[in-house]
């Protein structure tokens, strides 16, 4: 599904570029949290692909806010830049809602901006988070509906958990959205028809926690105790009591990453005009 969406964007990108504009993207990443490089080459290799012109900016851990807004400001302001994403979490000491803010929201790809949040809240929106969007894209392209049923979401980050939750009420879904202080957590996931687990505690989710049958989406980028990548669902076990379930590696990942490259040709387009 991925290579099929990034695909029809090879087309859209090439077509901006015949007609004189290019398509842009900067990514910065502060400091060497190990996952964020991963994710942040993996968004190169995305734009390489695609055409997208791309530019890296990698800044050392000391990096200070000052040194972090002159950055953000200055490619606010460059006209071969139409999206802008700041790779989270950064170190401690920068306050992510501070670079976030100063962001421009028509190039706020990731849709983290209050603006942007905002809009989505209200269903009229230009950008969707890529992580919310990608999922919602899988369930569309599997046929699955949302309308009347049980969603529940297990997470309530900025980045995935809360705007999840909306995007699902948006399609008219029954919603529940669980954290750390849910009580009864495996009789709520239980009701699930389609289930999201964003709580990134590696195999959290068990098979006595889904119904059979539920679609089961897993967010999760986790180690298990042999340092292998997997997921927060416990796949071999919940796999045979779901009715579809996402993979991981392989699965949300690079729809977020397609999602992400949809929103810079979005920007782009709007750009052009
Ligand atoms: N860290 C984990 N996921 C994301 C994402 O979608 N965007 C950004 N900027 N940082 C992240």
Sequence with gaps: MSARVKEELKTEVEKLKQSGKTTGLAVVLVGDDPASKVYVRNKEKACEELGIYSE?????????EEELLALVDRLNSDENIDGILVQLPLPEHLDDSVIINNIRPDKDVDAFHPVNVGKI????????PCTPAGIMELIHESGVSVDGKECVVIGRSNIVGKPMSMLLLHENGTVTTCHSHTQNLSGVTSRADILVAAVGIAKFVKADMVKPGAVVIDVGMDRDENGKLCGDVDFDEVEPVAGAITPVPGGVGPMTIAMLMRNTVTA????KK
Excluded at 56 to 64: D, I
Excluded at 121 to 128: E, H, P, T, V
């Design 56 to 64: 890296m900016h990698r800044l050392p851990e000391t990096t200070t």
């Design 121 to 128: 809240m209200i269903g009229d929106y230009d950008f969707l």
């Design 268 to 271: 782009s387009k709007k750009h």
